[in-house]
């Protein structure tokens, strides 16, 4: 799958690890988290569309509702409060990484 950004300070997160916002900088020192999320974007590269995501249940990929209708979501970490919120294109080929957000059920 197609993995883009909307946002440079994410791209710059989730690719090299490293972080100009207190949030990122925050979760850089959580090693769990780290290796958590870089597990995640390996899936996502290796799979050709979002559909592939439902054969990895820890990842609880949903279609979101509510004032997040038409984004979607992986957890970050089977047990995390954490997930990707992302939109889908092109049938499901490519994703455009939006946040990283703490999961509302989860606090």
Same mark, same amino acid.
């Given at each position: 799958?197609?993995? %883009?950004?909307? %946002?440079? %300070?994410?791209?710059?997160?989730?690719?090299?690890?490293?972080?100009?916002?207190?949030?990122?900088?925050?979760?850089?020192?959580?090693?769990?988290?780290?290796?958590?999320?870089?597990?995640? $974007?390996?899936?996502?590269?290796?799979? $050709?569309?979002?559909?592939?995501? !439902?054969?990895?249940?820890?990842?609880?990929?949903?279609? !979101?509702?509510?004032?997040?209708?038409?984004?979607?979501?992986?957890?970050?970490?089977?047990?995390?409060?954490?997930? !990707?919120?992302?939109?889908?294109?092109?049938?499901?080929?490519?994703?455009?990484?939006?946040?990283?957000?703490?999961?509302?059920? %989860?606090?």
């Amino acid at each position: 799958m197609v993995i %883009d950004y909307a %946002d440079d %300070d994410l791209r710059l997160f989730v690719e090299t690890e490293r972080a100009q916002k207190s949030f990122y900088k925050k979760l850089r020192s959580n090693a769990k988290f780290m290796r958590d999320l870089s597990n995640v $974007v390996s899936i996502l590269r290796q799979v $050709v569309n979002v559909e592939k995501l !439902l054969n990895y249940g820890g990842l609880h990929y949903e279609k !979101l509702k509510y004032e997040l209708s038409g984004y979607s979501s992986v957890r970050i970490g089977s047990s995390s409060k954490y997930r !990707l919120i992302f939109s889908e294109h092109e049938g499901g080929i490519k994703i455009i990484i939006i946040e990283i957000s703490e999961h509302y059920g %989860d606090k």
